[in-house]
Structures are given as structure tokens and as C-alpha cells.
């Protein structure tokens, strides 16, 4: 199974600040196959990007993605108050799904 | 729109066991897989079953393999978890979730319903 760690754990940044969230798998996978979600607190998970740089329906072009091999990341270049929340990546292969233990992005 | 909402959370003593469901509209169930995705408080998100769109192809995660079987009705368009010897690890929000045509990627989920295993 494919481990994928997140970094930081917490991110603490002000609104209208370009960041960049980190998913790191421990062994290299396909683009393809690597999703990022949000989740704000009482609610279910979002998708917002999949197949690594795709965006989702809805999903403001302030978010992308990119990497590959073993790194991947979720850049959002200016952030929104409604932005702060949790965010996942994902991973799917061999039958198996997997999600990284997440970044919070709280307002500083 | 897409609906799913999920139902039959709750308490339940160790050792016992539980059976959730997720009622769906707004969509052609028989058109996409289905999965269960759990979160214990606090936690982050683990994935728990997918079952094909008709039924033949199931996965299960490591930790609930033996123990919990996902099923689907097509006639009734709901999904189903049906879930034996629980433990206090299995205590979460269970989520049903709906893939991006096309992809493994959760495009729709519930709101999901809580399972608190405690005695």
C-alpha cells in the first residue's frame, strides 16, 4: 500500500498569501492517480483536484497541482477566508485507496 | 442535484454490529462505483470498501476485511455497509461517496452518519 505523507501538519498563513501543501507517496506513483480534497469542520470532503492538475467542477483556478514520481503539490496562489480548512491527498492503486493524514491551513 | 445520505449510525457495544445505508438520487446508480470512506474524531480520512456498479468487483480495506460487506441495490439506487465484531477503532463518521465518472476520485460524498462503538 502506498503511504502518503503530508507537510506541513499546520500552516498558518494570513489571506491573500500564496502557499504550497506538500503530498509525498512512498513509492513513486502515476499522476493519475492522486487526488486532493478539502474539508472544512462538520462537513464531508470536497474534491479539488484530481488526476494530480485537474481541477474539479466549481473549483476556482486559484488551485493547482502538480508534481510527480513521489511529490506532489497543492499551490493555492492567493488565499480566500473561505480556503482555511483541512486539506487530503489521495492516492488510488492496486485496488487500494489510501489519503494522507492532511495539512491544516489555519488564518494566522 | 446529487443527493446521498447516509443512515443507521450509532451506538453499539464492542463486539456487536451495525448496518448503515446510504440512500441515493440524482443520478444513475447503476452507473457508478460506490465506497465507503470513514473518519474517526479528530482524525484524518481512511478509506473502508468500494463496490463495482454491479456488484461483482468489491474492495475492502486491510482493517475491515472479514468483518464488513459493502452491497449495493440497483433497484433501490442505496448502498450498504453491514458491519460485525466492532471495536472502538471503528468508531467514525462513515461516509458514502460517489466517483468522478471515469476516475477513482470521491466527486460526491453523504454527510455521513456517526458509529460510536463504547460500552
Known amino acids: 500500500e502506498v503511504v502518503l505523507t503530508q507537510s506541513p501538519g499546520t500552516l498558518s498563513l494570513s489571506p491573500g498569501e500564496r502557499t504550497t501543501l506538500s503530498c509525498r507517496a512512498s513509492e513513486s506513483v502515476s499522476s493519475n492517480f492522486l487526488a486532493w480534497y478539502q474539508q472544512k469542520p462538520g462537513q464531508a470532503p470536497r474534491l479539488l483536484m484530481y488526476?494530480?492538475?485537474s481541477r474539479a467542477t466549481g473549483i476556482p483556478d486559484r488551485f493547482s497541482g502538480s508534481g510527480s514520481g513521489t511529490d506532489f503539490t497543492l499551490t493555492i496562489s492567493r488565499l480566500e477566508p473561505e480556503d482555511f480548512a483541512v486539506y487530503y491527498c489521495q492516492h488510488y492503486g492496486n485496488s487500494q485507496c489510501t489519503f494522507g493524514q492532511g495539512t491544516k491551513l489555519e488564518i494566522k | 442535484q446529487v443527493q446521498l445520505v447516509e443512515s443507521g449510525g450509532g451506538l453499539v457495544k464492542p463486539g456487536g454490529s451495525l448496518s448503515l445505508s446510504c440512500t441515493t438520487s440524482?443520478?444513475?446508480?447503476?452507473?457508478?462505483?460506490m465506497s465507503w470512506i470513514r473518519q474517526a474524531p479528530g482524525k484524518g480520512l481512511e478509506w473502508v470498501s468500494s463496490i463495482s456498479t454491479s456488484g461483482a468487483t468489491i474492495y475492502y480495506a486491510d482493517s475491515v476485511r472479514g468483518r464488513f460487506t459493502i452491497s449495493r441495490d440497483n433497484t433501490k439506487n442505496s448502498l450498504s455497509l453491514q458491519m460485525i465484531s466492532l471495536t472502538a477503532e471503528d468508531t467514525a463518521v462513515y461516509y458514502c461517496?460517489?466517483?468522478?465518472?471515469?476516475?477513482?476520485?470521491?466527486?460526491?460524498w453523504g454527510q455521513g452518519t456517526l458509529v460510536t462503538v463504547s460500552s
Open positions: 440524482g443520478f444513475t446508480f447503476s452507473d457508478f462505483y
Open positions: 488526476g494530480a492538475f
Open positions: 461517496a460517489r466517483r468522478l465518472s471515469g476516475t477513482q476520485f470521491f466527486e460526491y
